[in-house]
C-alpha cells in the first residue's frame, strides 16, 4: 500500500504522456436557457506539451409574450466557431498538472432581437434587430488538468485574450430598414470553464 501511494505522487514520465491522445467535452457555461459548450482533439506531441483543436458553440434564446398592455419580445443568439492551440504542462504529480496555453481561432455569430408591439398599439412599435458577425480571437488561457482515473481528466481554465469582431447589424421597422457595418475589439478574461478529456 505504501508503495503505491508513493507512485501516485511520482510525476508521469515522458513515455507516458507522448503521443496520447484524447476526446474533449467543454462546458463553458452553466445556465438553464443556453448551451455554451464544445468538442475537440488533444495530441501530446512531446513530454509536456500537447496540441489542441476544438469546435465550440453556443445557443441562447429568450421570449417575452406581449400583452394587452405590454409590449413582448423574442431574443436569438446563435455562435459557433473553431480553434487551435497548444498547451505546456507541468506534471506535479501522476495525476495533478497545471497548464498554460495559446490558442487563435474564429467564430461566428447570428444574432436576432425583436420587439412585438402591445397588442392595443397594433404593429406600430414593433421592430427588429439582426446581427450577422464574424471575429478573429487569440487566448491566453491558464488552467489545471486533474486525472481522476486512468484514462479520464477533468480540467478548469480560465482565458484572458481578445476578440476583433466585425460585420453587420440590420434594424427594421414596419416603416424603414436600415443597414450598418460593426466593428468591435473586446479585450479580458472570459468565464471559466470545465474539460472533460477521455483518452486513448
Known amino acids: 500500500m505504501t508503495a503505491s501511494a508513493a507512485a501516485q505522487n511520482e510525476k508521469p514520465d515522458s513515455s507516458e504522456t507522448q503521443h496520447r491522445r484524447g476526446v474533449l467535452f467543454s462546458i463553458n457555461e452553466f445556465r438553464l436557457d443556453s448551451f455554451n459548450g464544445g468538442v475537440g482533439f488533444k495530441y501530446w506531441v512531446s513530454d509536456g506539451f500537447a496540441q489542441v483543436t476544438t469546435i465550440n458553440g453556443s ?57 412585438n408591439s402591445a397588442n392595443y398599439l397594433g404593429v406600430l412599435y414593433t421592430n427588429e434587430r439582426i446581427t450577422t458577425s464574424t471575429s478573429i480571437f487569440l487566448d491566453l488561457s491558464f488552467g489545471v488538468e486533474v486525472f481522476v482515473a486512468e484514462h479520464i481528466s477533468l480540467a478548469g481554465q480560465y482565458n484572458l485574450g481578445g476578440v476583433k469582431k466585425s460585420g453587420e447589424e440590420e434594424y427594421k421597422t414596419p416603416y424603414s430598414a436600415t443597414k450598418m457595418n460593426i466593428s468591435e475589439l473586446t479585450v479580458g478574461m472570459s468565464s471559466g470553464g470545465l474539460i472533460l478529456a477521455v483518452y486513448f
Do not use: C
Request: glycine share 12%; charged share 30%.
Open 59 to 115: 445557443y441562447s434564446k429568450a421570449e417575452r409574450e406581449q400583452t394587452t398592455t405590454l409590449t413582448g419580445n423574442i431574443d436569438k443568439d446563435i455562435v459557433y466557431g473553431a480553434s487551435m492551440g497548444i498547451e505546456k504542462h507541468w506534471g506535479i504529480t501522476r495525476d495533478i498538472s497545471p497548464y498554460l496555453g495559446a490558442s487563435i481561432g474564429v467564430g461566428f455569430e447570428d444574432k436576432s432581437e425583436k420587439v
